[in-house]
């Protein structure tokens, strides 16, 4: 399987849709998260893990803001491809070395 996001987009009209179809499964991550760790986790550690996770999306929201305004002024395609990029720093530092092992 081939790796594939936005920075792969060679026109509005791709841009656009692969957007959409990353963007609803984000928008019920983040609708149902908050609700899901709620009935999950223990009574005792349940607001923690509440304001964790709203934090999270928080400062993630900052940064991405941050991002986004600092490369507002380019005129070229890294204006849309470099923030869309960065936002595999987190989940591609985190992965295992070798994924495949846990399919087995």
């Given at each position: 399987?081939?790796?594939?996001?936005?920075?792969?987009?060679?026109?509005?009209?791709?841009?656009?849709?692969g957007q959409a179809f990353e963007g609803v499964?984000?928008?019920f991550f983040i609708?149902?998260?908050?609700?899901?760790?709620?009935?999950i986790v223990p009574l005792a550690l349940r607001s923690a893990c509440a304001a964790s996770l709203q934090m999270s999306w928080a400062i993630g929201?900052?940064?991405?803001?941050?991002?986004s305004y600092s490369y507002n002024q380019r005129d070229d395609q890294w204006s849309?491809?470099?923030p869309a990029a960065l936002?595999?720093?987190f989940p591609v530092?985190?992965?295992?070395?070798?994924p495949h092992v846990y399919l087995c």
């Open positions: 399987m081939e790796f594939a996001d936005n920075t792969q987009a060679d026109s509005l009209e791709v841009l656009v849709i499964p984000w928008g609708a149902n998260s908050p609700a899901y760790a709620s009935e929201s900052i940064i991405v803001a941050g991002i849309w491809r470099m936002q595999w720093i530092s985190v992965q295992p070395a070798q």
